[in-house]
């Protein structure tokens, strides 16, 4: 079953992106919305229309501030210290694993562009992997759509906004970061939640102070290059390993997946495709640029961290390498406080972007009706803002925070939890593009991935999904939890056994089938209510 339908006279009608006959007329359902297409003849109330009613409202600015926000968070300012250790304090090895990131982002990107081409509405991932996968029927529906609602949070990007902020106040006891991490959450939900176009508005502001982040770091690598005096980066040292420290197969996948952590973003913009003006023309030009603008960001702020910081600095700074950083090059006050003030920023922008995405994505789950409470959590309330999706985020991520160990490795363990699963689910949309192509074997898309990219991607999944299975496991844990792959393939199976139960197993043995019924809500919003059809 497809995930957009139209409902008349009880039938159902699924959405193939081609044009159907209803009560005589002829209408198109391609991109993404209905239109009628017979002359002198009004679309009747039956046949629905998909737009959100936002409407279209982010041009090409708009849309680079949600990838950049949305890459430049964090993880350039808290994860080069664990990628650089895990690297063994390879330089080469961790120029290279920034170098194929960026490559697999870009690859990444351009499998995206093409689905969305295909697929030009609000979803991303979710609808491209439902299109690819129609066997067993719901069964990818219905799992990666509670596998993001289970993993929608903004935990990492709170917790550096807390740690940074606290740094800046002066307090060198962590322990209150939770509170300062939940506090900010709490925040931008309430903004979010009750005015999408003033959330937006601020969303664009930091956006906008973000960018002169961007060129504060790239300053700050041109001056460790050019005017600061260090013996920690010279050709003799490249291809040495550093600390007495060795790879392995697990330590290379979780340095590969902290690096790709910071482009994370690239991926979630076709969440809001419905509310993208002309957006495979504004995709194309703001995704690329986006991307080359975090890393040449990136390698400048990965440089000045290696001239400036000795290998036993790196690790023992940990998610607080930025600030090490800044305050070993423009002392106390102007590089402790004002460069970690201009972080505290940029992580705030970040998580305004991450729950706003995450807000339309929980939406566009709850539309299908997969989730019990669905035609609650799905309105836009009030005021045409999606406060009750955003609530499940915020929940979601006040609960992870509250339970983790308070110091330690929690941030890492994060941020390859959420890669793992990421990761998963990146080399499902890999494959299941070369199975979409066969499906449309006939027509051309607007926007193609090179087939080299996209193997690219499945061959780097693989190893990425295998890889932390090997080695010391001990490494992949923080205080009682599992290994995070293990917690990550966890959340997955869970998933799946809920749609084996509930929209398989139980049904079967009962003697129903779930039938799809659509409903317009006072907001505008259409939403599936599933109701039981019993066999005579």
Same mark, same amino acid.
């Given at each position: ?70 890459? =430049?968070?964090? +993880? ?5 210290? &664990?990628? %650089? !250790? #895990? ?5 080469? $090895?961790? /120029? ?70 606290? =740094?800046?106040? +002066? ?5 209150? &970061?939770? %509170? !300062? #991490? ?5 925040? $931008?939900? /309430? ?73 994370? +973003? ?271």
């Amino acid at each position: 079953m497809e995930s957009d339908r139209l409902v008349d006279n009880q039938k159902t009608y699924n959405y193939l992106d081609e044009d159907v006959e209803i009560n005589g007329y002829l209408v198109s359902t391609k991109n993404g919305s209905y239109s009628c297409l017979s002359l002198n003849h009004e679309l009747s109330d039956t046949v629905i229309k998909t737009e959100v009613p936002q409407g279209r409202h982010l041009g090409v600015f708009s849309t680079m501030v949600l990838f950049v926000s949305r890459m =430049v968070g964090s +993880g350039i300012f808290a994860t080069p210290s &664990s990628i %650089f !250790v #895990s690297s063994g304090g390879n330089i080469l $090895i961790f /120029a290279l694993i920034w170098i194929v990131a960026t490559l697999l982002a870009y690859s990444g990107l351009y499998i995206f562009l093409e689905f969305g081409s295909w697929l030009p509405k609000s979803g991303g991932r979710k609808n491209f992997l439902e299109q690819a996968y129609d066997k067993p029927a719901l069964m990818m529906n219905v799992s990666f759509a509670c596998y993001s609602v289970l993993t929608g949070i903004a935990i990492s990007n709170s917790i550096i906004f807390a740690k940074y902020l606290l =740094v800046i106040l +002066g307090y060198t006891n962590l322990d209150y &970061s939770k %509170f !300062v #991490s939940i506090a900010i959450i709490l925040v $931008i939900i /309430a903004i979010h939640g009750f005015s999408v176009k003033f959330g937006i508005k601020i969303q664009n502001f930091l956006g906008t102070l973000k960018f002169l982040l961007i060129f504060l770091m790239c300053l700050t690598g041109f001056y460790t290059i050019f005017f600061y005096k260090s013996d920690n980066i010279n050709f003799t040292h490249w291809t040495s390993y550093q600390g007495n420290t060795g790879i392995s197969y697990s330590s290379l996948a979780s340095a590969f997946i902290g690096a790709f952590y910071c482009f994370s +973003g690239w991926d979630s913009v076709h969440v809001v495709s419905s509310e993208i003006k002309n957006p495979n023309r504004t995709l194309k030009l703001a995704g690329p640029l986006s991307i080359f603008i975090c890393f040449v960001c990136y390698a400048m702020m990965n440089f000045a961290y290696l001239k400036v910081l000795t290998f036993e600095e790196i690790k023992e700074a940990g998610p607080l390498i930025g600030s090490v950083l800044f305050k070993k090059l423009f002392g106390k006050n102007l590089g402790s406080r004002l460069m970690s003030l201009s972080i505290v920023l940029s992580t705030a922008s970040n998580i305004f972007v991450v729950l706003y995405g995450l807000s339309r994505m929980n939406q566009e789950v709850f539309r299908e009706g997969y989730v019990p409470f669905s035609n609650i959590l799905s309105r836009n309330w009030p005021n045409d803002a999606p406060l009750p999706s955003l609530m499940i985020c915020g929940t979601l991520t006040i609960l992870w925070l509250l339970i983790l160990p308070p110091e330690g490795g929690s941030f890492e363990y994060l941020v390859n939890m959420e890669g793992y699963g990421n990761q998963f689910f990146l080399f499902l949309t890999a494959v299941g593009l070369f199975i979409y192509r066969h499906k449309r074997k006939y027509e051309i898309p607007k926007i193609r991935c090179s087939s080299l990219g996209a193997i690219s991607m499945v061959l780097v999944s693989i190893y990425l999904l295998v890889a932390p299975f090997f080695g010391n496991q001990e490494l992949n844990r923080v205080g009682n939890f599992p290994s995070f792959q293990i917690t990550a393939l966890s959340i997955i199976i869970s998933c799946t056994s809920y749609w084996f139960l509930v929209f398989y197993a139980i049904p079967k043995v009962l003697g129903y089938k779930l039938v799809p019924v659509s409903e317009k809500l006072s907001d505008g919003m259409i939403i599936t209510s599933w109701i039981r059809s019993y066999e005579s």
